[in-house]
């Protein structure tokens, strides 16, 4: 079952996933929760960042202020948002204090391409794994290629993508639930 | 204080339009920067987006990283504030709103509707990055490698990135 995690966990876990998320938090958000510590299982964490991919802001965000308050209310919130934020909201301060002094420097430029493309796979392999996990029937596994395609091949912006793919999939999933119902 | 202000609006707008994220807003953003406020010019602009992305934490904190550039530390707290509060109350009523409707056979079925839009979303965001990362063919194996370690194991992502920085520094 779902591990609960007390507060101090709670903001302990969520500074773990700030501070390492290089190259997007998403996939240390549901390595962290569903993988290392079990605070959610894969289809509850899953509903919970679908929620939040509809509303403005970070989904990752978004769902650091639903699963605190989930747990622990508005302290919850709180704790687990101000974790996301505050590691790399410090590196951010040093980054910003060293560009206005240097700019940009040299040295770096191939270990971060290195970095972003590793940082690349990563994200695709978090999706791949996801989908693996939750076997999705055929037709939400259309809505979601259709998103790949929207937002990755066709480059629409975003907020037209979740418009019109989240009814769709809504739509799909309670159909086919009272199909089974009946 | 009127830039301090400038700059709570600019973002606090942004921040109710980031469906999807960071990226969702970038040209709006590029827009309300160096076109509308004449904060930045265009390359200060990318480099800025760039610092942000190099630093952990999502995305989004390209906002902060602006509002510093704009007006120093200050700059940076009302830019951080700007970008995040809305959105967050916003998922705060989002969770009280499932947490009321519970009892309803509909709703699991309906949440599980948005999940692949979320799921297809993130491998779009991957295939966004690995197209502007895939510049040689070493790129193109570390992000094949990243891709089949991170999906078939359960080891920390935090190996392929070290792996792929060293791989850079090395060979690149």
Same mark, same amino acid.
């Given at each position: =079952?779902?591990?609960v995690p007390g507060k101090l966990e709670?903001?302990? $876990?969520? @500074?773990? &996933?700030?501070? %390492?998320?290089f190259g997007g938090v998403g996939p240390w958000s549901r390595h962290v929760i569903v993988e290392e510590r079990k605070w959610l299982s894969e289809r509850d964490y899953a509903e919970v960042l679908g929620l939040g991919q509809i509303l403005?802001?970070?989904?990752? /965000?978004? @769902?650091?202020?639903?699963?605190g308050r989930r747990f622990h209310g508005l302290a919850g919130s709180l704790l687990a948002t101000g974790g996301l934020y505050v590691g790399p909201l410090? &590196?951010?301060?040093?980054?910003? &204090?060293?560009?206005?002094?240097?700019g940009t420097r040299p040295g770096v430029?191939?270990?971060?391409?290195?970095?972003?493309? @590793?940082?690349?796979? =990563?994200? &695709? $392999?978090?999706?791949?794994k996801m989908g693996?996990?939750?076997?999705?029937?055929?037709?939400?596994?259309?809505? /979601? %290629?259709? @998103?790949? %395609? $929207?937002a990755a091949v066709l480059r629409l912006p975003l907020p037209l993508v979740v418009l019109v793919l989240a009814p769709m999939g809504v739509w799909l999933s309670l159909r086919r639930s009272w199909q089974a119902a009946k | 204080m009127m830039v301090l202000l400038n700059i709570l609006l600019a973002f606090g707008t942004l921040? +109710? +339009?980031?469906?999807?994220? !960071?990226?969702a807003v970038l040209p709006e953003m590029h827009r309300l920067m160096v076109d509308v406020h004449g904060w930045m010019d265009d390359a200060t602009f990318t480099q800025l987006f760039a610092l942000a992305q190099a630093a952990p934490g999502p995305n989004i904190l390209a906002a902060s990283v602006m509002g510093w550039h704009v007006a120093g530390p200050s700059g940076m707290a009302v830019a951080t504030i700007g970008m995040l509060v809305p959105a967050a109350i916003l998922a705060w009523h989002m969770q009280g709103l499932t947490h009321r409707l519970r009892g309803n056979t509909w709703l699991k079925p309906a949440q599980f509707g948005l999940v692949p839009v979320a799921v297809g979303l993130i491998a779009a965001s991957g295939v966004i990055m690995a197209g502007a990362a895939g510049?040689?063919?070493?790129?193109? #194996?570390?992000? !094949?490698?990243?891709?089949?370690?991170?999906?078939?194991?359960?080891?920390?992502? +935090?190996? #392929?990135?070290?792996?792929g920085g060293a791989l850079g520094l090395l060979l690149l």
């Amino acid at each position: =079952m779902d591990n609960v995690p007390g507060k101090l966990e709670l903001f302990l $876990g969520y @500074a773990k &996933i700030g501070l %390492l998320g290089f190259g997007g938090v998403g996939p240390w958000s549901r390595h962290v929760i569903v993988e290392e510590r079990k605070w959610l299982s894969e289809r509850d964490y899953a509903e919970v960042l679908g929620l939040g991919q509809i509303l403005p802001g970070p989904n990752v /965000g978004n @769902a650091s202020v639903m699963i605190g308050r989930r747990f622990h209310g508005l302290a919850g919130s709180l704790l687990a948002t101000g974790g996301l934020y505050v590691g790399p909201l410090c &590196i951010l301060v040093i980054l910003s &204090i060293l560009y206005d002094l240097y700019g940009t420097r040299p040295g770096v430029a191939p270990f971060m391409q290195g970095v972003a493309a @590793a940082a690349a796979g =990563m994200v &695709i $392999g978090t999706a791949v794994k996801m989908g693996q996990n939750l076997r999705p029937p055929p037709e939400l596994v259309l809505v /979601g %290629l259709l @998103a790949v %395609l $929207g937002a990755a091949v066709l480059r629409l912006p975003l907020p037209l993508v979740v418009l019109v793919l989240a009814p769709m999939g809504v739509w799909l999933s309670l159909r086919r639930s009272w199909q089974a119902a009946k | 204080m009127m830039v301090l202000l400038n700059i709570l609006l600019a973002f606090g707008t942004l921040s +109710l +339009l980031a469906v999807g994220g !960071a990226n969702a807003v970038l040209p709006e953003m590029h827009r309300l920067m160096v076109d509308v406020h004449g904060w930045m010019d265009d390359a200060t602009f990318t480099q800025l987006f760039a610092l942000a992305q190099a630093a952990p934490g999502p995305n989004i904190l390209a906002a902060s990283v602006m509002g510093w550039h704009v007006a120093g530390p200050s700059g940076m707290a009302v830019a951080t504030i700007g970008m995040l509060v809305p959105a967050a109350i916003l998922a705060w009523h989002m969770q009280g709103l499932t947490h009321r409707l519970r009892g309803n056979t509909w709703l699991k079925p309906a949440q599980f509707g948005l999940v692949p839009v979320a799921v297809g979303l993130i491998a779009a965001s991957g295939v966004i990055m690995a197209g502007a990362a895939g510049t040689n063919l070493l790129t193109f #194996v570390i992000i !094949a490698v990243s891709t089949v370690f991170v999906w078939r194991t359960r080891y920390s992502p +935090l190996w #392929v990135l070290a792996g792929g920085g060293a791989l850079g520094l090395l060979l690149l």
